[in-house]
């Protein structure tokens, strides 16, 4: 990791003048002014993800939803709350050479209340669910989709199963996938496999930034 | 400000002997493995009142949702997730003189799945509330009641007339009551209104430091 990052420094800048739209974080969903749906993503993957694409010369938007994490430098960060918001700063960021979705986007938001629920008589609200777009597939299938589209997928069982499937459906070149029951949220560690068409890769237990450097190496070679 | 920093520092320790226990920030209900229920608080109002009463020489028992907040001096914290496990937090840290029960608690949790949820072609899934303890009136209530129990009351609307009910129903001395659709989830600013059995007093916009040792000072003042 040390000759990876002084060669990082050191070396040609391999991604100059590639731009990549990074995403990080969870995303919150807001059920009242006060409460909102949320997820355990501290945005550290993401955010490592995004300065390795930097160090190697690439022009990167950083699309981060809530989290409390500075921003590496010389990346353009755009800060969002919702996973509809996260969808439209994608959007508006496209085109570009390299997506690269590591976002815990959830799943679905909530018909928001605008005043805060109140405990009543009647018992708890219900929640209804709405689904939220799909942000790694709209990339993936977007008639402006950049050449390279990398998805993760955080699984709690079936891990690689789950996604191979991703990987096809959401129309991405590559998946990370890792198991995310092994209590990686907020930690600097993490254990991914690299799954494309042709195969999947156990890349072992690193650092964030191990795993951030060894996709950007990777992304160069492909491009 | 500064000059009531200085007289805490250097005057007399006017909580010395007593004990404080304070609850901050927010509480997250697991959903599943990945996601969960929280709220906007910072912890930071908390935090204050924590340091605060420490400052008189109280001994202070924090219990602490998740925030990103360093643990103020001379000052013991429990962390923990949940309004289940804040409960039982604060019952094993009774008896004391002083509760201030200043964390955003979730009303409700949620029936968690122990995998994480999926998209599926039945729909969104449905989740289904349960009520929470009320961390504030058990306190209140307790036999071994703090002689001095003070709770928060944040509030969108109605605010006065809901944190009297609040005073009331949960058996507190004292309630902060303050308007949480004026923004001041995560900001070092607060606006609070000081109600009692007595009426109601204005405290103005003022930092959460200065919130904290004005409570502090008024607590001192009743003990």
């Known amino acids: ?13 391999r991604l100059s003048g590639k731009t990549a739209i990074v995403t990080a974080g969870p995303t919150h969903e807001a059920i009242d002014p006060v409460r909102f749906l ?4 501290s945005g550290k993957q993401g955010f490592a993800i995004a300065a390795a694409l930097a ?18 430098e010389g990346v353009r960060r755009i800060d969002v709350t919702s996973a509809r918001d996260m969808a439209v700063a994608v959007a508006a960021a496209l085109p570009a050479d390299i997506a690269v979705m590591v976002a815990a986007v959830a799943d679905w938001h909530v018909e928001a209340a605008g005043q805060k629920l109140k405990k009543s008589a009647a018992g708890p609200p219900v929640l209804t669910l709405i689904e939220n777009p ?3 597939a709209l990339t993936g299938h977007a008639p402006n989709r950049p050449r390279l589209v990398i998805g993760f997928a955080a699984e709690t069982g079936d891990l690689l199963a789950n996604a191979k499937v991703k990987l096809a459906k959401k129309g991405a070149d590559w998946m990370i996938a890792n198991n995310v029951s092994e209590g990686v949220f907020g930690t600097d560690a993490n254990h991914v496999y690299f799954v494309t068409a042709a195969g999947t890769e156990d890349w072992g237990a690193g650092s964030k930034a191990d795993i951030a450097e060894r996709l950007a190496t990777r992304i160069a070679n492909a491009l």
């Not at 990791?1 to 800048?13: D, E, Q, V």
């Not at 949320?38 to 993503?41: C, E």
């Not at 981060?64 to 994490?69: C, D, E, H, Q, R």
């Open 55 to 72: 160090e190697q010369g690439a022009s990167v938007t950083l699309v981060a939803g809530p989290v409390a994490l500075a921003t590496p």
């Open 134 to 136: 799909d942000i790694l």
């Open 1 to 13: 990791a040390i000759m990876a990052t002084i060669a990082a420094h050191f070396g040609p800048k």
């Open 38 to 41: 949320g997820n355990r993503s």
